[in-house]
């Protein structure tokens, strides 16, 4: 399911909840009388429930679809002042951490062109992972984000380059050793290429350059 659908069925951008471990949940205000009702017949929704308020709880079957919708002109990000040194490169300088993953987004596509990873089918169900849901679960704030009036930038790219860090490392996005590429590191592919333009983007709002190796 697609967040920009999703809005559609809403009327609303929804805002994701809880750590998608286990379930990808949207929070969102009921859009009128009989709607849990509506998006429960809804392909891709898995469960419409109460949530907290006057909100619906609305479970997704498939939430790595979104990785489709990221665009370079479409992100949204405003201009925010963060204390990103390039020094000391280490885990401890946040500066560090972001652009780092930024790079290892950037290597992830390399590496599977090297090693003939298959970039053309993506099938969005494979990333199903906790790792990669991680990562999945902190992209989808991206749009709820960008329309509230203090979007806190900083501390959102951190966290999704921390994400990406674990599943950079735990999920990769090729091959080990001599095994053959299934579909799920062509997904992989698709999921770094997402976090690679969303964390180039928060770093040229905060002007600076998206570094490709460090």
């Not at 998608?20 to 929070?27: D, G, H, N, Q, T």
């Not at 790079?103 to 599977?112: D, E, K, P, S, T």
């Not at 679960?137 to 990406?164: C, D, K, T």
């Not at 001599?178 to 969303?198: I, K, Q, S, Y």
């Amino acid at each position: 399911m697609r967040i920009a659908l999703l809005a559609r069925l809403l009327g609303g951008t929804p805002r994701p909840s809880g750590s998608w471990e286990r379930e990808a949940v949207y929070l969102a205000p009921a859009p009128g009388p009989g709607a849990a009702e509506r998006l429960r017949e809804v392909p891709g929704i898995a469960a419409v429930r109460p949530g907290p308020g006057r909100l619906l709880e609305i479970v997704v079957t498939t939430p790595g679809e979104i990785v489709t919708e990221f665009r370079p002109e479409a992100l949204g990000f405003t201009p925010f002042q963060a204390r990103w040194p390039d020094f000391p490169r280490t885990w401890d300088n946040p500066g560090f951490v972001v652009r780092y993953a930024h790079a290892r987004a950037v290597a992830a596509g390399r590496w599977a062109r090297d090693l003939g990873v298959p970039l053309g089918d993506f099938r969005s169900e494979t990333l199903c992972g906790a790792l990669d849901r991680a990562v999945l679960r902190v992209l989808a704030e991206l749009p709820s984000r960008r329309e509230r009036a203090e979007p806190g930038w900083a501390g959102y790219l951190e966290r999704l380059a921390l994400a990406y860090h674990d599943a950079h490392e735990g999920a990769p996005a090729v091959p080990v050793g001599d095994g053959a590429a299934e579909p799920v590191h062509t997904a992989r592919v698709r999921l770094a290429g997402a976090v690679r333009l969303v964390l180039a983007g928060g770093l040229a709002a905060n002007g600076r350059t998206a570094p490709d190796r460090l």
